[in-house]
């Protein structure tokens, strides 16, 4: 079964950067998603398994880069010029096979890892 772990989350100032990891058992297309208190969970950004397609939501488009690095079987997710809007529970994910991006289900799941962007 796929196993997914972030890392990397913490407290930021408005401004400052923050790159988190996911660590994951094996190569996949991946996705990171967010979740912050008392709102829906929203889509963030996603990468091919090869790192050659990358897409992102509107409101992180400019500012966070998602990469990755097959070698090591990790995602990341680097945040620059980050807002206090950011501050969420941050989770890396897996699609259904030969699908990524948005539109995919997504069938796996990290625990998740918290932001906090201070003002």
């Known amino acids: 079964q796929v196993q997914l772990a972030e890392s990397g989350g913490g407290l930021v100032q408005a401004g400052g950067s923050l790159r988190l990891s996911c660590a994951a058992s094996g190569t996949y297309a991946m996705g990171w998603f967010r979740q912050a208190p008392g709102k829906e969970r929203e889509f963030v950004a996603s990468?091919?398994?090869?790192?050659?397609?990358?897409s992102y939501s509107d409101s992180v488009k400019g500012r966070f880069t998602i990469s990755r690095d097959n070698a090591l079987n990790t995602a990341y997710l680097q945040m620059n010029n980050v807002k206090p809007e950011d501050t969420a529970i941050y989770y890396c994910?897996?699609?259904?096979?030969?699908?990524?991006?948005?539109?995919?289900?997504?069938?796996?799941w990290g625990q998740g890892t918290p932001v906090t962007v201070a003002s």
């Open positions: 994910a897996v699609p259904a096979r030969g699908c990524s991006g948005y539109g995919c289900i997504y069938d796996y």
């Open positions: 990468i091919t398994l090869s790192g050659g397609s990358r």
